[in-house]
């Protein structure tokens, strides 16, 4: 059973009123999207604007790994994944590149929960992660990610 997640970051920034004033841009990853899973891993290897960049970069994903691309002449396929590599939908399986923007953090919530079954939200602030527990039936507040 898959834990879905929704990996983004705020355009430019993350402030108290991101909710109707920042664009959003991310990608959906299938599982593991707990915080000791996808979250461990996002605030342990992707901490900086040009890892968190490079991932969004792939589209939607799979599985979110340390590692971004395989070594040269690792095999990486989307059924046969080198270890430790991310695997993505669109160069992995082939399938259409999605990464998706949103005007707002209302409607990104709204959206990715209603329409991917999405369960948690991680966004990049610009220098650390915080998430959004989407199962709580309460006022969705922003709670920093914490590495193992």
């Excluded at 790994?65 to 993505?88: C, K, M, Q, S, W």
């Excluded at 923007?101 to 991680?122: I, R």
Aim: proline share 5%.
């Amino acid at each position: 059973m898959a834990t879905r997640s929704f990996i983004c970051k705020s355009l430019p920034k993350l402030y108290q009123n991101i909710r109707q004033d920042h664009t959003v841009v991310g990608i959906y990853c299938h599982y593991d999207g707990y915080p000791a899973g996808v979250g461990a891993t996002l605030s342990t290897y992707y901490t900086t604007k040009e890892r968190v960049d490079a991932l969004l970069s792939l589209g939607s994903i799979s599985q979110l790994h340390p590692r971004l691309v395989p070594d040269l002449g690792e095999t990486h396929t989307f059924d046969n994944p080198a270890l430790g590599v991310t695997v993505a939908y669109h160069r992995d399986r082939g399938e259409a590149m999605r990464e998706t923007t949103f005007p707002s953090l209302d409607v990104m919530v709204s959206d990715v929960a209603d329409q991917l079954g999405v369960e948690f939200v991680y966004i990049w602030d610009g220098a650390a992660w915080v998430t959004m527990d989407l199962t709580l039936n309460a006022d969705f507040s922003f709670i920093p990610v914490q590495s193992d």
